[in-house]
């Protein structure tokens, strides 16, 4: 490895997947404002959206997230476009 190019401040994170409340602690050089206590010691917290117990491809569950109708309109879309083939 070259030297001088990777950070030297690892210190234990808290991921905290917000869709299912799981968190997990490894070590992470994410910089964070956010702090948990957990088991009676006090870690940064890195707020994710999905991760492997919450992410369709490791569950095996569908689960469409619609944010401001995106999925709607392109259902819509993809409709009309289907219409247009007929």
Do not use: C, Q
């Amino acid at each position: 490895m070259k030297k001088g190019i990777h950070p030297e401040n690892y210190r234990l994170v808290v991921f905290k997947d917000m869709s299912n409340e799981h968190t997990f602690i490894t070590k992470s050089t994410a910089d964070t404002k956010d702090t948990i206590d957990i088991d009676g010691a006090t870690y940064p917290l890195v707020k994710i959206e999905i991760s492997d117990t919450s992410h369709p491809f490791y569950t095996g569950k569908m689960k469409l997230v619609d944010t401001a109708g995106r999925v709607d309109k392109f259902m819509n879309k993809y409709k009309k476009h289907l219409e247009k083939k007929k």
